[in-house]
């Protein structure tokens, strides 16, 4: 059974930093995509950062030097490291594992508020 469970989400002061966690199970990890998107309240949900099997990434330019993401195989974990948060920051964060014509999963998403 396919599962992402995403944890680190919480509340957190303009500045501060946060680091979400996506734990997978029920497929081969290491073959997949892994991102995280976000959806703010009344917007829709939108990409914020990629990385691939062969760890090249990708980020969102509102995102990018600020933001870091990262996978440990091992773990079947996929990471995103969150610096220097702003307000608009606040949404649920989603992770998203990928394999074309094999998988598209999604987790539950965890709640990030960054209060000004």
């Known amino acids: 059974q396919v599962q992402l469970v995403e944890s680190g989400g919480g509340l957190v002061q303009a500045g501060g930093s946060l680091r979400l966690s996506c734990a997978a199970t029920?497929?081969?990890?290491?073959?997949?995509?892994m991102a995280w998107y976000r959806q703010a309240p009344g917007k829709e949900r939108e990409l914020v950062a990629v990385?691939?099997?062969?760890?090249?990434?990708y980020y969102a330019d509102s995102v990018k030097g600020r933001f870091t993401i990262s996978r440990d195989n091992a773990k079947n974990t996929v990471y995103l490291q969150m610096n220097s948060l702003k307000p608009e920051a606040t949404a649920v964060y989603y992770c998203?594992?990928?394999?074309?014509?094999?998988?598209?999963?999604w987790g539950q998403g965890t709640q990030v508020t960054v209060s000004s």
């Open positions: 998203n594992a990928k394999r074309p014509a094999e998988g598209n999963y």
């Open positions: 990385i691939a099997s062969d760890n090249s990434t």
């Open positions: 029920g497929f081969t990890f290491s073959h997949y995509v």
